[in-house]
Each structure stands twice: as C-alpha cells, then as structure tokens.
C-alpha cells in the first residue's frame, strides 16, 4: 500500500517562509511526476508546483520566484520551499504522485496526500 505524507505546514507572517515535504512510502520502485496542490476555502484545488522524475518543473504564475519544488528520488520524497508568504497563500497543500510503479513493477494511479495546513497571517 502507497502513502503520501506531509508535513511542515504552519502558521506564519506574512513575508516569512516555510518548507513543506511529502514522504512517499510502500513498495515503491519509481514515480513519475509530483506536484504540489492548494486549496482555499470555498476555492478550487489548484496547481502550485510540479516536478517531473528528471527534475523538470513547472509553477503556478502566482508562486513563480517565490517556491522551488525539488525532490529526492532515492528517498522518494518532494519539497516544497515557500518564501515571501503571502495572506493569500493560505490554503490546505496537498501533495500528488502519479505514474507510481510499485516493487512487482504494476503501475499505479493518482495518490494524494492528506493535506497539510498552511497559514499566513497578515
């Protein structure tokens, strides 16, 4: 059985910083791409960040320069770096994988996490 872990979420000012992961766990032998996902209340899930199993990247326009998405394929694992909060920053981050191929090399669907609270304050 897969699971996506977060964690690092918070309460922060407006203008601080903080770094969110997403653990991966199971028989898992690759992943293809992740990304990280935001949802405000009475709002969509969006897309904030996503990286493919080579490193490419891709980011919302409204975090462009302001996060970096990496990850660390051996520990299957994906961060977030969050800097210059904004108030509007706050939403629930939920984290993505998909194109998971397990250990008996069967490829899996979508896995999300249980999303991790992030909050700025003004």
């Known amino acids: 059985q897969v699971q996506l872990v977060e964690s690092g979420g918070g309460l922060v000012q407006a203008g601080g910083s903080l770094r969110l992961s997403c653990a991966a766990s199971?028989?898992?032998?690759?992943?293809?791409?992740m990304g990280w996902y935001r949802q405000a209340p009475g709002k969509q899930r969006e897309l904030v960040a996503a990286?493919?199993?080579?490193?490419?990247?891709n980011y919302a326009d409204s975090v462009k320069g302001r996060c970096t998405i990496s990850r660390d394929n051996a520990k299957n694992t994906m961060y977030l770096q969050m800097n210059s909060l904004k108030p509007e920053d706050t939403a629930v981050y939920y984290c993505?994988?998909?194109?998971?191929?397990?250990?008996?090399?069967?490829?899996?669907?979508?896995?999300w996490g249980q999303g991790t609270q992030v909050t700025v304050s003004s």
């Open positions: 199971g028989s898992i032998w690759s992943i293809d791409a």
């Open positions: 993505n994988a998909n194109g998971i191929v397990t250990m008996g090399r069967i490829k899996l669907g979508d896995y």
């Open positions: 990286i493919s199993s080579g490193g490419s990247t």
